[in-house]
């Protein structure tokens, strides 16, 4: 005799399902609606000319997800993004074409370096990046003297992420790639499903046998390189670096990161969704200039959309009090 699922069991599954398309289905009404008064958004050029512009933040949308998954947050990546802009040109007469991955790999042990101090000192995430974020400016604003400095005309990988497969940019080709590789990490290895049991509960994943500090390291090194990937992206679009280059792309990737659906407490969500979410946030960026919002109030928007999206993705029964 075959035992069958509880009705409600599988009404909240459905209800999972449901939930998990919202964004998706947002971001249709959206682009659907901004066509009426901007057609030509949806043109070939004009889809290129917005995946180019969107492709850093997209990748540290990607990157911030991470953190948050396993019930942290990640401050430090615009300024990461931008220190990784600077060393490429600081470092390029040393390396020469190899400056961008030496760059990125340390990059990633900064990261990993980071998580560490966070899970092995047992100092809150939140603190942890916001200190490293002071410094990762102050050292940018340091090595480049304040100024702009132009990436050097003989960097093949920065050159090649500039142009385009066709009508398809490669900074989005490298957006799409990084995000299908840690798609496929976090869903068929150990790292994945140990990401998800500390995002849903440290003491019980310590309890499974989880490597807490193993599994933080990875994460925010994760999360580094793809910061560090973001600063390469912005180089290739902009022809140089700046300690102030990542502007406000901190509050617009978590903005995108829980307007894709991922909770902000930890354990629920995932890459495809955040990436989503990056693409709304992007668009909106862009709709909100057409219809005349001022650039310099464009941030009153996204922290509003940001304490929104944060208040329908938390899971208040499982962090308890919210101090």
């Known amino acids: ?85 600077v060393l490429i040109v600081q470092l390029h007469p040393i390396f020469g074409v190899w400056a961008t991955p030496v760059v990125l790999c340390g990059a990633a042990l900064f990261g990993a370096l980071q998580g560490y101090v966070h899970a ?21 604003l340091l090595l480049s003297n304040a100024t702009a400095l132009p990436i050097p005309d003989d960097d ?40 998800y049991a500390l995002g849903a509960g440290e003491r019980t994943a310590i309890m499974s046998g989880v490597n807490t500090i193993k599994v933080r390291c990875v994460v925010f090194a994760l999360s580094a390189l793809c910061a560090g990937i973001g600063g390469v992206l912005l180089s290739s679009i902009t022809g140089f670096s700046s300690p102030g280059i990542a502007g406000n792309l901190l509050l617009l990737s978590i903005v995108g990161v829980v307007l894709g659906g991922t909770a902000i407490s930890g354990g629920v969500g995932g890459l495809g969704s955040a990436l989503v979410g990056g693409v709304i946030t992007s668009w909106l960026r862009v709709i909100t200039v057409m219809v005349g919002v001022a650039p310099t ?24 009090i919210v101090k």
């Not at 092995?120 to 940018?140: C, D, Y």
């Not at 109030?297 to 308890?320: C, S």
């Open 297 to 320: 109030t464009q941030n009153i928007v996204f922290g509003v959309m940001a304490l929104i999206a944060v208040m329908l993705t938390t899971d208040r029964a499982k962090i308890g």
């Open 156 to 195: 093949s990988i920065v050159g090649w992420i500039s142009g385009s497969l066709g009508p398809i940019p490669n900074s989005i080709i490298v957006v799409v790639a990084v995000t299908i590789i840690l798609a496929v990490v976090l869903r068929y290895t150990r790292f994945g499903r140990d990401l």
């Open 1 to 85: 005799m075959n035992a069958t699922k509880p009705l409600g069991s599988n009404f909240g599954a459905y209800a999972n399902q449901a939930r998990g398309l919202i964004p998706l289905l947002v971001l249709i009404l959206l682009v659907a609606g901004s066509s009426l008064f901007a057609p030509g958004m949806l043109s070939t050029g004009g889809l290129s000319s917005f995946f180019t512009d969107a492709a850093p933040l997209l990748i540290l949308v990607v990157g911030s997800t991470l953190p948050i998954l396993a019930g942290s947050i990640d401050l430090s990546v615009a300024g990461i993004a931008a220190l990784v802009g």
């Open 120 to 140: 092995k000192l047992q100092l809150p995430s939140f603190i942890t990046t916001l200190a490293t974020l002071s410094i990762v400016t102050g050292l940018a």
